[in-house]
């Protein structure tokens, strides 16, 4: 489930390269299983420059909101509008179809700073 | 997640499924947390109309096993708790809260000193609420002794059959029943409830349930700095009797007469995100309510609310979304009532 083509950080989202500097990112798995039934994604627009670290939307399950952290520095290129009409795609397929957007990277070394997949495991405890 | 010190599950698998079962067939929950609490001896009656708001006079035209919902006040008309009173054949029976437990006894106990009444805690029943248009039917087929009770049980009625109590109660605005039991025989009793098709629920769906239901959630939608005039809990103050007293009645009199006090409404999202608790409703800029439940509706497919708000509030507003200003709509509850939405 995780793996090794992916990359994440502790606020359990996940990056994926796609082509060249352009890389998706989601939610992991494990975080759609402590939120639970996903109704509302609120995500940044295409076009808007983000940095790692920063608040950049938030993800709603019936029982909880939690906020949405930007893994990476660089410009949206493009957002999952199938999981912002139907949320429960992140919690069917958080790492495929439930991805949320697209980044173009500021620098493409920053993956190697991310977690791996054996890593984020571990700081699951799976 | 602890509740009251109790470890209770928020869901057992999806939170919408658990809630869709009570909806349309049949789910269970485990309120065992909740306090059970007999009240035997020649005052019981006298005692329990001076401490709680609706007056329990009433029950005896309709007989053992009559239920009761009411406010327990404090001399400030704020409400300590509310609770479920049975008409028993030694005296009553009161159900509050798990999170209120500790403060709910001290003032109960302390009332009791000028009565001639003993007060006895449950804590050897365990309690299990089964709840949606085809609960009676399943208890009933677990249960084959009790179909024909069942068939002609009254909503807030209850009797006793070999040492379970069953009365037709609940918290999902639902048809359903509360069951309360030996503890030591309520995990079979459950297993053959999962047996007959009915769902194992957590606290999660129970809070959406109550919430499309408009029922209250302590803590949270009223407490003890909130009069039932503020919370839609008006109808469990009983004035009728003018000769009887009670704690709060004069605090809340006077509450009534000012009628200023702020209201409680239903809220509907009709902007964007998901509304709760805390966030403000906004009327021409300027603040006049707050959110005190908040959720999204499984049944409705949008986002619903509890409200506190001013009393002059009409039916447009904006709810504070982290700093976006969305517009609402605001109705009279309940949102939901046996299965169907009430509001247009």
Same mark, same amino acid.
């Given at each position: 489930?995780?793996?090794?083509?992916?990359?994440?950080?502790?606020?359990?989202? *996940?990056?994926?390269?796609?082509?060249?500097?352009?890389?998706?990112?989601?939610?992991?798995?494990?975080?759609?299983?402590?939120?639970?039934?996903?109704?509302?994604?609120?995500?940044?627009?295409?076009?808007?420059?983000?940095?790692?670290?920063?608040?950049?939307?938030?993800?709603?399950?019936?029982?909880?909101?939690?906020?949405?952290?930007?893994?990476?520095?660089?410009?949206?290129?493009?957002?999952?509008?199938?999981?912002?009409?139907?949320?429960?795609?992140?919690?069917?397929?958080?790492?495929?179809?439930? *991805?949320?957007?697209?980044?173009?990277?500021?620098?493409?070394?920053?993956?190697?700073?991310?977690?791996?997949?054996?890593?984020?495991?571990?700081?699951?405890?799976? | 997640?602890?509740?009251?010190?109790?470890?209770?599950?928020?869901?057992?698998?999806?939170?919408?499924?658990?809630?869709?079962?009570?909806?349309?067939?049949?789910?269970?929950?485990?309120?065992?947390?909740?306090? &059970?609490?007999?009240?035997?001896?020649?005052?019981? /009656?006298?005692?329990?109309?001076?401490?709680?708001?609706?007056?329990?006079?009433?029950?005896?035209?309709?007989?053992?096993?009559?239920?009761?919902?009411?406010?327990?006040?404090?001399?400030?008309?704020?409400?300590?708790?509310?609770?479920?009173?049975?008409?028993?054949p030694f005296g009553?029976?009161?159900?509050?809260?798990?999170?209120?437990?500790?403060?709910?006894?001290?003032?109960?106990?302390?009332?009791?000193?000028?009565?001639?009444?003993?007060?006895?805690?449950?804590?050897?029943?365990?309690?299990?609420?089964?709840?949606?248009?085809? #609960?009676?039917? /399943?208890?009933?087929?677990?249960?084959?002794?009790?179909?024909?009770?069942?068939?002609?049980?009254?909503?807030?009625?209850?009797?006793?059959?070999?040492?379970?109590?069953?009365?037709?109660?609940?918290?999902?605005?639902?048809?359903?029943?509360?069951?309360?039991?030996?503890r030591e025989e309520?995990?079979?009793?459950?297993?053959?409830?999962?047996? #007959? !098709?009915?769902?194992?629920?957590?606290? !999660?769906?129970?809070?959406?349930?109550?919430?499309?239901?408009?029922? =209250?959630?302590?803590?949270?939608?009223?407490?003890?700095? &909130?009069?039932?005039?503020?919370? =839609?809990?008006?109808?469990?103050v009983d004035l009728?009797?003018?000769?009887?007293?009670?704690?709060?009645?004069?605090?809340?009199?006077? #509450?009534?007469?000012?009628?200023?006090?702020?209201?409680?409404?239903?809220? &509907?999202?009709?902007?964007?995100?998901?509304?709760?608790?805390?966030?403000?409703? &906004?009327?021409?800029?300027?603040?006049?309510?707050?959110?005190?439940?908040?959720?999204?509706?499984?049944?409705?497919?949008?986002?619903?609310?509890?409200?506190?708000?001013?009393?002059?509030?009409?039916?447009?507003?904006?709810?504070?979304?982290?700093?976006?200003?969305?517009?609402?709509?605001?109705?009279?509850?309940?949102?939901?009532?046996?299965? /169907? /939405?009430?509001?247009?």
């Amino acid at each position: 489930m995780y793996t090794a083509d992916m990359k994440f950080v502790d606020t359990h989202e *996940w990056v994926r390269a796609e082509n060249g500097d352009e890389v998706s990112v989601g939610i992991t798995h494990h975080a759609q299983e402590l939120l639970g039934d996903l109704v509302y994604v609120e995500l940044p627009a295409v076009g808007q420059t983000i940095k790692t670290g920063d608040t950049i939307g938030v993800v709603e399950s019936v029982k909880a909101a939690s906020d949405l952290y930007s893994p990476v520095s660089g410009q949206i290129t493009a957002i999952n509008d199938a999981v912002v009409s139907d949320p429960t795609l992140a919690n069917s397929e958080p790492h495929t179809a439930g *991805w949320l957007f697209k980044v173009k990277l500021d620098d493409i070394a920053e993956l190697d700073t991310l977690l791996s997949a054996d890593k984020y495991k571990s700081l699951i405890g799976g | 997640m602890d509740f009251g010190g109790w470890a209770l599950p928020v869901n057992y698998g999806s939170q919408i499924k658990e809630h869709e079962s009570v909806r349309t067939d049949a789910g269970m929950f485990d309120v065992s947390h909740m306090l &059970i609490t007999d009240i035997h001896g020649v005052d019981a /009656k006298s005692f329990l109309r001076y401490l709680i708001s609706n007056d329990v006079n009433k029950l005896e035209k309709h007989g053992v096993g009559k239920a009761l919902y009411s406010g327990l006040l404090n001399n400030e008309a704020g409400i300590i708790d509310d609770l479920i009173v049975y008409l028993m054949p030694f005296g009553y029976r009161i159900v509050t809260n798990a999170s209120t437990e500790a403060k709910d006894m001290n003032w109960i106990r302390q009332v009791a000193t000028n009565y001639k009444v003993e007060l006895f805690n449950r804590r050897d029943l365990a309690m299990l609420a089964i709840q949606g248009p085809n #609960a009676l039917k /399943k208890v009933s087929s677990v249960h084959p002794h009790i179909t024909d009770n069942l068939e002609v049980l009254k909503p807030f009625m209850a009797f006793e059959a070999n040492s379970f109590f069953y009365a037709r109660t609940g918290y999902t605005g639902e048809n359903g029943l509360e069951v309360m039991l030996p503890r030591e025989e309520a995990a079979g009793f459950w297993q053959f409830l999962i047996e #007959a !098709g009915v769902q194992p629920c957590g606290l !999660g769906a129970r809070d959406t349930l109550r919430l499309e239901a408009g029922m =209250n959630l302590y803590g949270h939608d009223m407490d003890e700095t &909130i009069n039932p005039l503020a919370c =839609n809990m008006d109808w469990v103050v009983d004035l009728s009797d003018e000769s009887r007293d009670f704690i709060g009645k004069k605090a809340y009199q006077l #509450a009534k007469l000012a009628s200023d006090s702020d209201k409680q409404v239903g809220i &509907i999202l009709e902007g964007k995100g998901v509304l709760r608790e805390g966030q403000k409703i &906004i009327i021409d800029g300027a603040e006049c309510g707050t959110i005190t439940s908040g959720t999204f509706s499984p049944t409705l497919k949008i986002s619903i609310a509890i409200a506190r708000v001013k009393h002059d509030v009409g039916d447009k507003a904006y709810a504070d979304i982290r700093g976006n200003l969305e517009p609402v709509r605001i109705i009279n509850l309940p949102f939901v009532r046996n299965g /169907k /939405k009430l509001f247009e």
